[in-house]
T-cell receptor, first 115, second 111 residues
Framework: GAVVSQHPSWVICKSGTSVKIECRSL??????MFWYRQFPKQSLMLMAT?????????EQGVEKDKFLINHASLTLSTLTVTSAHPEDSSFYIC???????????FGPGTRLTVL | SQQGEEDPQALSIQEGENATMNCSYK?????LQWYRQNSGRGLVHLIL?????REKHSGRLRVTLDTSKKSSSLLITASRAADTASYFC???????????FGTGTKLQVIP
């Protein structure tokens, strides 16, 4: 149980395009999900907290217009990187907090490469 | 938010040896998870241990938890080259605390 999936696993796109990444909790409901970013050889940095049915809360320094978050249901949150540029190339990892006991589980991540 | 700090930062051992890495955290927890990340790849969930548990096993993995010392250890027995990866702990205080990761322990298993 408690599996979090992400789609796609990796994506390569051209500069200027927008990319959507999905995060799903497969066997539990999650009112709250989190999005992290990991640069090469560094740890995960929390970008934003996504709440079902309301606006996301962004960490300091994260551009909310650049990284659009939609948490439309209790099992799905999406992160859209708008007008992506090479510096947005990174590993994006989501995490879902299980409603039942507040345990937090991480997805496998999505590698974004912007050419 | 609750953050785990892994120690050592890097560890290199021969194949077949055991590897031990530690995690310390600051405030009381509800549970603690260990994850593995191979270079350039995603996170793989290894084990979750709850605050009322002291030890847990999964295959060649053994995790201990000492809540009085606010620390956990991950032991990999009979290591293999495929165990080469970074290992992260994720302590969770429960409630609405966010989990953040430390820098991990980078394990290298030499064939």
């Amino acid at each position: 149980g408690a599996v979090v999936s992400q789609h796609p696993s990796w994506v390569i796109c051209k500069s200027g395009t927008s990319v959507k990444i999905e995060c799903r909790s497969l066997d539990f409901q999650a009112t709250t999900m989190f999005w992290y970013r990991q640069f090469p050889k560094q740890s995960l940095m929390l970008m934003a907290t996504s709440n079902e049915g309301s606006k996301a809360t962004y960490e300091q320094g994260v551009e909310k217009d650049k990284f659009l978050i939609n948490h439309a249901s209790l099992t799905l949150s999406t992160l859209t990187v708008t007008s992506a540029h090479p510096e947005d190339s990174s590993f994006y990892i989501c995490s879902a907090r299980e409603n039942l006991n507040n345990e937090q589980f991480f997805g496998p991540g999505t590698r974004l490469t912007v050419l | 938010s609750q953050q785990g700090e892994e120690d050592p930062q890097a560890l290199s051992i021969q194949e077949g040896e055991n590897a031990t890495m530690n995690c310390s955290y600051k405030t009381s927890i509800n549970n603690l998870q260990w994850y593995r990340q191979n270079s350039g790849r995603g996170l793989v969930h290894l084990i979750l241990i709850r605050s009322n548990e002291r030890e847990k096993h999964s295959g060649r993995l053994r995790v201990t938890l000492d809540t009085s010392k606010k620390s956990s250890s991950l032991l990999i027995t009979a290591s293999r080259a495929a165990d080469t990866a970074s290992y992260f702990c994720a302590p969770h205080s429960g409630g609405y605390q966010k989990v953040t990761f430390g820098t991990g322990t980078k394990l290298q298993v030499i064939p």
